[in-house]
């Protein structure tokens, strides 16, 4: 009996020696998941403090104007953050780097129907091919620059790459100088400046140069006024069918001397012509004043002129020779080859373009020439034929 309760008790023991053993097993077991998950946890934050100091480290290299750490921001970002990864590569590009450039042109054709992206593009572009020597892009990109259209206003960048376009001899970057000079934006004007680009134009054949500069000459706008060098650009530009040019040399020659406005109303029959609405009126007001029968003969005479300026056949000077001798005044020609300046102005005058007219004409040129204090009453020539030009 004793036996078998010495066993019992033997039996009870090992089994319960055997649950205190499973269940040290079980606390070990659930100790060590616990320290592997504390290990696992404190892990995962130190890389994540890791990563917080390295992205610290990179926006503070970015900041500081570090642009491979700015690029690897972008397209870091590029994967879920459009907006942060244009942020950055402008960063970049603002540092002249290309792959900015790229980057913002890339990001900006993704993001669709954002009309102030599409004009941050087409600056990044033209900026891209200005710095590769395409000058017409140089030239928008600073005009972009001047009136901030798809990049933040900076004038003087703006002015700069003008310029440099300019003088490379980019005729809509040299007139746009010259505009500059005499802006009401400019906060230095410099009326000469704006003469010095517009000959400069001038000399390379740019109708709308010999036009401006012409006009500087009249209103003495950065140089002293001369009428006779204002009218010979007015006029070059004039007889290759510049039809504003052709206005502002009417509006020049009105009541100037005996034959002024026989000359102002040749101009002006020619510029209202050629599409240029406010020579209409103005035309009609010279009209009025020299009177029907002046009128009708100097129609005649402009008809042979208008003919070979839209064939494009008026060779140069041809067109200021022929008033010249028509009207016995002295606005001075260079001798060929030589350019417009105070020497060598020749006084010998073609007959050319006179020997084309019809010679009838200038039997009547008493007419053509009423003086301007002989003032007959106002016409109305509204509807007369001149309107269907």
């Known amino acids: ?14 089994l319960i020696l055997i649950f205190v053993w499973m269940i040290s097993l079980s606390i070990r077991k659930k100790r060590l998941e616990a320290e592997k998950k504390a290990r696992e946890e404190a892990y995962r934050k130190a890389l994540e403090r890791q990563r917080d100091e390295e992205r610290k480290e990179r926006l503070y290299k970015a900041e500081s104007g570090h642009v491979p750490t700015m690029l690897y921001l972008a397209k870091e970002a590029e994967r879920s953050n459009l907006r942060e990864a244009l942020f950055w590569y402008e960063k970049a590009a603002h540092n002249e780097n290309i792959t900015g450039m ?12 954002d009309y102030i992206l599409k004009e941050k593009a087409k600056f990044w572009q033209n900026y891209i091919r200005g710095q590769e020597g395409d000058l017409g892009a140089k030239y928008e990109t600073g005009r972009a620059l001047v009136h901030g259209r798809g990049v933040e206003v900076d004038v003087s960048k703006g002015i700069a790459m003008i310029q440099d376009a300019a003088e490379d001899q980019y005729i809509d970057a040299i007139l746009f100088m010259g505009d500059w000079c005499v802006s009401k934006d400019n906060i230095a004007p410099a009326p ?49 069918g510049h039809a504003e040019a052709m206005y502002h040399a009417g509006q020049a020659w009105i009541d100037r001397g005996a034959n002024g ?7 002006l029959f020619l510029s209202a012509f050629f599409g240029y609405e406010p020579a209409k009126s103005l035309r009609d007001q010279v009209g009025g004043r020299i009177g029907v029968d002046s ?12 003919k070979k300026i ?3 056949t008026v060779s140069k000077h041809s067109i200021i020779r022929a008033l010249n001798k028509l009207y016995k005044r002295g606005i001075p020609v260079p001798k060929k080859g030589e350019a417009m300046d105070d020497e060598g102005i020749a006084d010998n005058v073609s007959d050319t373009l006179l020997d084309e007219l019809d010679g009838s004409l200038f039997d009547d040129t008493s007419a053509a020439e009423t003086p301007a204090e ?10 007369t ?3 269907k030009f």
Do not use: H
């Open 102 to 113: 790229y980057g913002i042109v890339r990001i900006c054709q993704r993001i669709r129907d």
């Open 310 to 312: 839209s064939s494009g």
């Open 261 to 267: 406005n026989a000359i102002a109303y040749i101009w």
């Open 385 to 387: 034929s001149m309107d």
């Open 374 to 383: 002989e003032q007959p009453s106002a016409l109305n020539f509204s509807q």
């Open 295 to 306: 009128v009708v003969g100097l129609q005649s005479l402009s008809k042979p002129l208008q």
């Open 192 to 240: 000469g400046d704006s003469t010095y680009w517009y000959s400069k134009a001038a000399k390379l054949n740019s109708l709308e140069g010999m036009m401006k500069l012409g006009i500087n000459y009249i209103k003495g706008i950065g140089i002293a006024a001369d009428f006779q060098k204002g009218v010979y650009w007015l006029e070059r530009a004039s007889e290759k």
């Open 1 to 14: 009996m004793n036996t078998i309760g010495i066993a019992i008790g033997a039996t009870g023991l090992s």
